[in-house]
């Protein structure tokens, strides 16, 4: 548990069996885990194989027990800085409700890249909501069978600078597959590129409250409802998209939300545009 540490870096960890986290990143900057596998998450209330949290006040997690008591680390609020896992492997056999959990916050400048995440009972990749981050990146990360992919908790706003590219998320087990494959909230300048988001989620992809979003290449089938749910005051820009076998459908525009989009192909969706927001279509697309 690297605590207000700096410059650290951790490199080829196993992780098996533990109560909760086989790492956790405490109100820390530069820390670098290269190369970690897991086999099974926490058995305790708080089970996430990896963890980055900051140390709030009145916090009484997170401490070392040095044979007499626990030491607490400092509940000063420090954020999280500068930290990234990369070349990693979760699949734990016990089912954790999360794989990567960014806890509590403030975070900035994360980067989690060049993964894979399994077997989650909540979601692979999840931000505590009301939670403030700041520059987050997934890139290269495969979110295979879990209820959901990444849960990026509701906050209504102060969040800055979402990157995520080259990410699969798919569960092709209907009994697994729950709520939405990627659903983001809270973000200022958002830029999300060549994603699958596959299976039976209730909606493939949600939005709320963000602004300055893009999304190019973008694939979202298998949704029992929707494929692209621009749910709520999200300002968006979706081009070369793929909406495909979704039961509702495939571009939805909420209350608040605008969305510009274009190079969008409808496949077998429900009904492919319902707007109670504004859109605009600046190329064509097709549906078949």
Known sequence: MPAHAENVRLESIYGDAIHYHHIDIVSSKNVTVDGYWASRGGEGDSDAPLQIDAQQSDISSNGIWNGTDTALAMDDGTPTRRCRLTNFEIN?????????QLHRGRHESITISDG??????????????????????????????????ITLGHVEDGRRGLTI?????????????????????GFDESRISNVVVSGEFTNSIIFDNMTDLMLS?????????????FRENAEATLTTARAADCGGTGIYVGPGSSVAYGGVT????????????????WTSSTSS
Do not use: K
């Open 92 to 100: 734990p056999e016990n089912g954790p409700q999360h794989g990567v």
């Open 116 to 149: 894979q995440i399994s077997g989650c009972r909540y979601t692979a990749i999840r931000s505590d909501p009301d939670e403030l981050v700041t520059d987050l990146t997934i890139d290269g990360v495969s979110c295979i069978g879990n209820a959901r992919g």
């Open 165 to 185: 590219t080259e990410v699969t998320i798919r569960t092709d087990d209907s009994d697994v597959a729950q709520g939405s494959g990627l659903y983001a909230a």
């Open 217 to 229: 290449n973008i694939t979202a089938t298998g949704a029992a409802d929707q494929a692209f749910r």
């Open 266 to 281: 409808f496949e077998d969706v429900g009904s492919e545009i319902v707007v109670d927001g504004e859109i605009r279509e």
